[in-house]
């Protein structure tokens, strides 16, 4: 059974960082791609960036230079570095893992974690 753990969320102001962490364990094969999503209220579930399985990994275009996805096969672990942080990246995130690499469609990822709430005040 595979589980996906995610940590790291909470409550900051605008222009605050935060780091999110996702750990998995059980029978996941290394083949495997993560991924980050978020979903805010509302709203439809959005990707944020993947890491594929030799640790390359990408973010959302409009994104880029605020987040950055890094990967720990080591510790089983995926992180999520969010910097400047907005109150419109107020969502829930969940960690998501699958087959497919480098997509950012929810529907590609079999595995999902329950997710940590992250909240941005203005």
């Known amino acids: 059974q595979v589980q996906l753990v995610e940590s790291g969320g909470g409550s900051v102001q605008a222009g605050g960082s935060l780091t999110l962490s996702c750990t998995v364990s059980?029978?996941?094969?290394?083949?495997?791609?993560l991924a980050w999503f978020r979903q805010a209220s509302g709203k439809e579930r959005e990707g944020v960036g993947t890491?594929?399985?030799?640790?390359?990994?990408s973010v959302r275009d409009s994104l880029k230079g605020r987040f950055t996805v890094s990967r720990n096969n080591t510790k089983n672990t995926l992180y999520l570095q969010m910097t400047s942080l907005k109150p419109e990246d107020t969502a829930m995130y969940f960690c998501?893992?699958?087959?497919?690499?480098?997509?950012?469609?929810?529907?590609?990822?079999?595995?999902w974690g329950q997710g940590t709430q992250v909240t941005v005040s203005s």
């Open positions: 059980g029978e996941i094969d290394r083949r495997f791609c």
């Open positions: 998501a893992a699958g087959a497919l690499c480098y997509t950012l469609r929810a529907a590609d990822y079999q595995f």
């Open positions: 890491s594929d399985t030799i640790d390359r990994t």
